[in-house]
């Protein structure tokens, strides 16, 4: 029984734990940076979630300088990267001070690109972004901890029925009573004794000992 004690208490553990994760993963990501934009450059920054989600932004430009900012999903990033720009973004925008609300539909990678222009000088961007949403690596973490915890007590209570089916079907002590030693022959040819009657003693018959005496008196007579 100390062994399932045990096994029920590492997974309360790892459910305790893992719920804790869980509600970790799912807590809002908020950054709030000022970032350096070179000219011809961009800055990005990915998130990356489970299940549907929502994104919000509030970019401004500190010196009033006008700027480009695209949200994509990972096939719209690849076709920005690559020059070809053939999927459209999820959201884009230009100015000089950029907010936005927008719903993300799945799992997956986000991206947040601010572009400056070839043309321009340099911006510097005050970045405020807010993630809702499962955190992806920390949610499969979670996950994964606390399936272990509710199968270490599923285990648990399998062992426990069957340790309490076992204890059923054992036989329960005896209670005939204790063998009589004296009517019991293993005790003797154990070399206990075994309990006889005493046996009468031999008596003397009437008269026996007056003739006993009178013989002995007629050898001790003298001879004339």
Request: glycine share 10%; hydrophobic share 45%; proline share 8%.
């Amino acid at each position: 029984m100390k062994r399932i004690y045990f096994l029920v208490a590492v997974a309360v553990l790892q459910i305790i734990a893992g719920s804790l994760l869980l509600v970790g993963a799912a807590q809002p990501v908020r950054i709030s940076p000022n970032v350096v934009v070179l000219s011809g450059e961009y800055y990005h920054v990915e998130f990356a979630i489970l299940g549907t989600g929502q994104m919000s932004g509030n970019l401004s430009e500190l010196q009033s300088r006008s700027f480009d900012v695209f949200v994509f999903d990972d096939p719209g990033y690849a076709s920005f990267r690559d020059g070809s720009n053939s999927l459209p973004p999820l959201f884009e925008k230009s100015g000089t001070n950029i907010a936005f609300d927008l719903g993300l539909a799945g799992s997956g990678n986000y991206h947040v690109v601010i572009v400056g222009s070839p043309t321009r000088q340099q911006l510097q961007v005050h970045v405020d972004l807010t993630v809702v949403g499962l955190k992806t690596g920390d949610a499969l973490l979670a996950l994964v901890v606390l399936v272990g915890g509710l199968a270490l007590m599923a285990a648990s209570l399998m062992l426990s029925v069957w340790a309490w089916r076992r204890a059923l079907s054992a036989p329960g002590p005896t209670s005939e009573p204790a063998p009589d030693p004296a009517s019991d022959p293993t005790s003797i040819a154990a070399g206990r004794p075994a309990s006889f009657p005493d046996a009468p003693c031999p008596r003397e018959p009437a008269g026996g000992a007056s003739k006993t005496q009178e013989g002995g008196r007629r050898a001790a007579a003298p001879v004339l």
